[in-house]
């Protein structure tokens, strides 16, 4: 079955403190990964697909990684404007249609 | 372009009642889906339509129907609404060429069934 796992759950940062978020996964074979923000109230939006191991995507002041087992997403100097859910989800190779999400990374950049 | 669309954007049910969630698209998508969001278990496919009358499952179809009579439109009814449907429905739609690259997601449904 194919999991993910998003790590941590909530985290608060002060404005310009930059860090990472982490999305481990199993699954059989990897067909692609994908991050995805969300604000409280609305739908996600999709930032970035990643599809192997050591490939990486940057918008602004986020920078997303990928391994065999995990992925991050890189915030450099975040501003308040980045506090989001951050969701990440994968799909097997195997799996036409279907997506697997974690439950997000709820996160707060504090002026 | 209003881009995907959802109604309602809020609804109580009682156990047993049924009712159907609108979901419209102007972007000439040919994927669309149906997710729901529940705290601490992530969005999860419930049905999704790769064109105008072709439907299938996702992970959690139980309690569920829809139907895709144009490319626009693609309602999701529930049949007998109970307490653990009480969720936050979302409906996606995209293009056949990049269906999980851009997935353009409606406002979602927030849903509690008494």
């Known amino acids: 079955e194919d999991q993910v796992t998003q790590s941590p759950e909530a985290l608060r940062l002060q404005e310009g403190e930059s860090s990472s978020l982490n999305c481990s996964y199993t699954?059989?074979?990897?067909?692609?990964l994908f991050w995805y923000r969300q604000d409280p109230g609305k739908g996600p939006e999709f930032l970035f697909t990643?599809?192997?191991a050591g490939e990486e995507k940057e918008k602004e002041r986020l920078k997303a990684t990928l391994t065999k087992k995990e992925s991050f997403l890189h915030i450099t100097a975040p501003k308040p404007e980045d506090s989001a859910t951050y969701l990440c989800?994968?799909?097997?190779?195997?799996?036409?249609?279907?997506?697997?999400f974690g439950s997000g990374t709820q996160l707060t950049v504090l002026p | 372009n209003a881009g995907v669309t959802q109604t309602p954007k809020f609804q109580v049910l009682k156990t047993g009642q049924s009712m159907t969630l609108q979901c419209a698209q102007d972007?000439?998508?040919?994927?669309m889906s149906w997710y729901r969001q529940d705290p601490g278990m992530g969005l999860r496919l419930i049905h999704y339509?790769?064109?105008?009358?072709?439907?299938d499952q996702g992970e959690v179809p139980n309690g569920y129907n829809v139907s895709r009579s144009t490319t626009e439109d693609f309602p999701l009814r529930l049949l007998s609404a109970a307490p653990s449907q009480t969720s936050v429905y979302f409906c996606?739609?995209?293009?056949?060429?990049?269906?999980?690259?851009?997935?353009?997601f409606g406002p979602g449904t927030r849903l509690t069934v008494l």
């Open positions: 996606a739609s995209s293009k056949r060429e990049t269906y999980y690259n851009e997935q353009f």
């Open positions: 699954v059989s074979g990897l067909r692609g």
């Open positions: 990643l599809y192997s």
């Open positions: 989800a994968v799909q097997a190779a195997g799996s036409a249609r279907q997506l697997t």
């Open positions: 972007m000439n998508h040919e994927y």
């Open positions: 339509s790769v064109g105008a009358g072709i439907t």
